[in-house]
Each structure stands twice: as structure tokens, then as C-alpha cells.
């Protein structure tokens, strides 16, 4: 890889990624489908209570956050899992490679248009529903919402450079596709569980509470927990909705390690599908 990167390349490959995306109206389907279920949630979450419509913001954004833990990911995943093995089985990467271009260019130009689509998406099946909340509550109230909103972005941004990775690694779009499956079912129903497990493997009290202090710390390892941590409103909130989430230290319950984290997992990942490439 070389040591620096031409933005001109970079920008024109990721246009050309972006226009991909856009052409195949993936784009306006995904933000289609969240801005369904986002009015849906925010409108009838509260129809077993008798109420209709949103009766809080803190209600809206704790609904939408489980729809997000569970849509964005997979979304992300099934978004970048072909985008270097797909182009290696249809042949165009030995074109792409000939051009006058590095790796890292072409790496970096792919993600940042599957970026460029994924948050196009994201951001804009939330919109409608920012309208409604404002309406309601007022611009001047909306800035949990915005920040969950970015939240869900990085989120997606964390499993697309995850995506990235396994389709530099995979040898066909068959082994990619698998491993984008298992990659969603370990973080989004394996980990929390296999966590719950060794907290209840922890016999006597004294070994608990030890358990628990660096089991909390593993949440780390997974994006969809820092996710739904960001989100939270306050640490006895986020203590209260039982699980793992009961034992979150206070230093997590800031939103400026937890983003950080969410950062780490952008630009980790996307660093060893750099190498990888090479």
C-alpha cells in the first residue's frame, strides 16, 4: 500500500460505489422500511397501554433503539460483505487493480461510498420522524434524538468496516455471506448471553461481585453494547432493563468513552482489512 492516498481516486471510486447503491434503489429502501417501522414504534409502542402516539422522547428513542440493535447491523453487514470478493468473482478487480491506483485507494474509496449510502439511509428513515418529535416537543428537546441517531450511525459504520474485512478475507461470496450471518447472530444474540452465562457460572456472592467487575468491562467487545449504552438516559435507567446492561460501570456510563469505543471499532477493523488487502 502506498504511503499516501490520491482524494481524487479515492472520491471517484467512492462516487462509483455510491452510484451502484443508489441505482439498485437499495438506498431509498432501507430508509423506506426504517421510517415505516420508526412511525410505527413511535406511534403504537404504547397501544397496549390504551395510548397512541409518542408519549415521550425517552420512550421513542428506547423503542428505536431495539429496532436499531437488530436492523442496523445486518443492514451494515449485508451492505460491504461482497464489496472486494464480489468484484473479485465477477473479474472486474484485476481491472480496478491494473488502474493507477493502490490498494488503500481502493479499499478506502469503497467504504467511504458503502458509507456514504448506509448513513444516506439511516439518516434519512429517521428524518420523518424528527419531524413529528419536533412538532411535538420542539426542536430545542431533540438533541437525545439527533445523538441517537448518530449513534445508529456509527453503530452501522462499525459492522460495514466489519463487512469489509471478511470480504477482503473470504474466498468466495458464498464464504463471505456466512460469516456476515455469524458475525450478527455472535454480536447481537451470541455475546450477550455467553456474558449472562459466566455471571451465573460465578459461585458465592464475593466471586460475583469480582466476576462482574472485568465482565463488565468485556461490553467493550461489542459495538451493539456500546450502542445501546450511549443510548441509555442515565445509569439507573440502563441498570434497571435487567441483562447485561445491569452491570455497567459508571465509567461507561458517560457517552465519551462509549463513542470513542464506537470510533475504535470503525477504524480497527477497517485498519486490518487494509493489511489484509495488501
Same mark, same amino acid.
Not at 436492523?71 to 451494515?76: E, G, H, N
Not at 466471586?207 to 466476576?211: I, K, L, R, T
Given at each position: 500500500m502506498g504511503d499516501w492516498f490520491d482524494a481524487r481516486q479515492v472520491a471517484t471510486l467512492a462516487g462509483r460505489e455510491f452510484r451502484d447503491r443508489m441505482r439498485n434503489r437499495w438506498v431509498l429502501a432501507v430508509a423506506a422500511v426504517f421510517? #415505516?417501522?420508526s412511525l410505527a414504534i413511535g406511534y403504537f409502542g404504547g397501544a397496549e397501554q390504551g395510548v397512541l402516539g409518542p408519549r415521550s422522547l425517552e420512550f421513542v428513542i428506547t423503542s428505536l433503539a431495539s429496532l436499531v440493535i437488530y @436492523?442496523? $447491523?445486518? &443492514?451494515?453487514?449485508l451492505l460491504g460483505f461482497d464489496a472486494v470478493v464480489g468484484e473479485r468473482e465477477r473479474g472486474s478487480l484485476d481491472l480496478l487493480l491494473s488502474l $493507477? @491506483?493502490?490498494? +488503500?485507494? @481502493?479499499l478506502l474509496g469503497k467504504y467511504l461510498g458503502l458509507a456514504a449510502a448506509l448513513v444516506l439511509a439511516t439518516a434519512g428513515g429517521f428524518a420523518l420522524m424528527a419531524l413529528l418529535l419536533a412538532r411535538q416537543f420542539g426542536w430545542a428537546g431533540l438533541y437525545h434524538y439527533f445523538g441517537f441517531v448518530a449513534s445508529a450511525v456509527l453503530l452501522g459504520l462499525a459492522f460495514l468496516s466489519l463487512a469489509l474485512w471478511l470480504s477482503v478475507l473470504s474466498r468466495d461470496r458464498a464464504q463471505a455471506s456466512g460469516l #456476515? &450471518? +455469524?458475525l450478527w447472530f455472535f454480536f447481537v444474540l451470541v455475546f450477550d448471553l455467553l456474558l449472562l452465562g459466566m455471571l451465573v457460572a460465578g459461585s458465592g456472592a464475593d #466471586?460475583?461481585? #469480582?466476576?462482574t467487575d472485568w465482565i463488565a468491562w468485556l461490553l467493550l467487545l461489542n459495538p451493539a453494547d456500546l450502542f445501546r449504552i450511549v443510548n441509555a438516559f442515565s445509569l439507573d435507567q440502563l441498570r434497571s432493563a435487567g441483562g447485561v446492561a445491569s452491570i455497567v460501570p459508571p465509567a461507561l456510563a458517560s457517552p465519551w468513552p462509549t463513542g470513542a469505543a464506537l470510533l475504535a471499532w470503525i477504524a480497527v477493523p477497517l485498519g486490518l482489512a487494509a493489511r489484509s488487502f495488501r
Open positions: 421510517t #415505516a417501522l @436492523l442496523v $447491523p445486518m &443492514i451494515a453487514l $493507477p @491506483l493502490t490498494r +488503500g485507494e @481502493l #456476515a &450471518i +455469524g #466471586a460475583q461481585h #469480582a466476576a
